[in-house]
């Protein structure tokens, strides 16, 4: 089945280590995102890739870092200069452009949780 | 950079009672998507509905767009237990097609 993977499902960080969070996707789609959601809020884009080896800032990028070495993957790390990562981060794909629009399909998400 | 927000933030009905939620958003769209998340699980697509069109239906979805107003709203039909979630809509920020999500309308189905 076509789908996307995040791992680990749920992390726990001291503060002060840089953590890093897998996304991997099987749908040969070209654009990948990051997302962060806080309880109760909606979601807010850190990072997101349309192509090998590009990636642009999104509203929230401070203190994140982000590689797309493989058209399949897009890990991003929590950087310690993030001041509060406690969070659920959702990666996501999408065939940009695809239909006139840009539909995304999700991972089940990473819970990071700073002790 | 907020810019489709949902209302009601939350919803609590009976099964089998419709569920209304309405999006509102700022700026100029050519389309807009509702997506669902059960608690705790990545966000499922479930409807997209483009600026030329006023009413688009998907089983027991509805969903409307009027860009004059600026606004769109899901209607769930016939609810069960199994549609308590969050619903989100989420439009294209600016004039690209990233996707920016409101805080979402977190709907309770009781049995």
């Known amino acids: 089945d076509g789908g996307i993977t995040q791992s680990p499902k749920y992390l726990f960080r001291k503060e002060g280590q840089n953590v890093t969070l897998s996304c991997e996707q099987n749908l040969n789609h070209d654009a990948m995102y990051w997302y962060r959601q806080d309880p109760g809020q909606g979601l807010r884009l850190i990072y997101y890739s349309q192509i090998v080896n590009d990636f642009q800032k999104g509203d929230i990028a401070e203190g994140y870092s982000v590689s797309r070495e493989k058209k399949e993957s897009f890990p991003l790390t929590v950087t310690s200069a993030q001041k509060n990562p406690t969070a659920f981060y959702l990666c996501?794909?999408?065939?940009?452009?695809?239909?006139?629009?840009?539909?995304?399909?999700f991972g089940a998400g990473s819970r990071l949780t700073v002790l | 950079s907020q810019q489709g927000e949902e209302d009601p933030q939350a919803l609590s009905i009976q099964e089998g009672e419709n569920a209304t939620m309405n999006c509102s958003y700022k700026?100029?769209?050519?389309?807009l998507q509702w997506y669902r998340q059960n608690s705790g699980r990545g966000l499922v697509h479930l409807i997209l509905?483009?600026?030329?069109?006023r009413e688009k239906h998907s089983g027991r979805l509805r969903v409307t767009l009027d860009t004059s107003k600026k606004s769109s709203s899901l209607l769930i039909t016939a609810s069960r237990a199994a549609d308590t979630a969050s619903y989100f809509c989420a439009t294209p920020q600016g004039g690209s097609e990233k996707l920016v999500f409101g805080k979402g309308t977190k709907l309770t189905v009781n049995p």
């Open positions: 700026t100029s769209i050519n389309n």
């Open positions: 996501a794909s999408s065939t940009w452009g695809a239909s006139g629009a840009n539909v995304l399909t």
């Open positions: 509905i483009r600026s030329n069109e």
